[in-house]
């Protein structure tokens, strides 16, 4: 199985930054597709961004021209670059892949 692990969380204000990082490891070959959720308090986790192994990304429209997930070329480490946050991105990221995930690494925005 897939171990997940993520971390870059933190405190920020609002129009602030804040890169999150995800190492998968338990494989040897490429993951086809990886992604960053967010979940917050009594709702459902969301997705945010998702890349494939040839580094093509999908985004949240809530998200789009402000998050950037990338990925180097055929690695199983990905990265998801945050500006201009707001307080509405507050909430416990998750890396999901193949039925996986990791614990998760929490990202506050204050006003």
Same mark, same amino acid.
């Given at each position: 199985? #897939?171990? &997940?692990?993520?971390? *870059?969380? /933190?405190?920020?204000?609002? /129009?602030?930054? &804040?890169? &999150?990082?995800? #190492?998968? !490891?338990?494989?040897?070959?490429?993951?086809? &597709?990886?992604?960053?959720?967010?979940?917050?308090?009594? %709702?459902?986790?969301?997705?945010? =961004?998702?890349?494939?192994?040839? *580094? =093509?990304?999908?985004? =949240?429209? !809530?998200?789009? /021209?402000?998050?950037?997930?990338?990925?180097?070329?055929?690695?199983? $480490?990905?990265?998801?670059?945050?500006?201009? %946050?707001?307080?509405?991105?507050?909430?416990l990221y998750f890396c999901g892949?193949? *039925?996986?995930?990791?614990?998760?690494?929490? #990202? $506050? #925005?204050? !006003?």
């Amino acid at each position: 199985q #897939v171990q &997940l692990v993520e971390s *870059g969380g /933190g405190s920020v204000q609002t /129009g602030g930054s &804040l890169t &999150l990082t995800c #190492v998968a !490891s338990g494989i040897s070959r490429s993951i086809a &597709l990886m992604g960053w959720y967010r979940q917050k308090i009594d %709702l459902e986790r969301e997705r945010i =961004a998702t890349i494939t192994s040839r *580094g =093509a990304p999908t985004y =949240a429209d !809530s998200v789009k /021209g402000r998050f950037t997930i990338s990925r180097e070329n055929g690695e199983n $480490t990905i990265r998801l670059q945050m500006n201009r %946050l707001k307080p509405e991105d507050t909430g416990l990221y998750f890396c999901g892949t193949m *039925g996986s995930w990791g614990q998760g690494t929490q #990202v $506050t #925005v204050s !006003s």
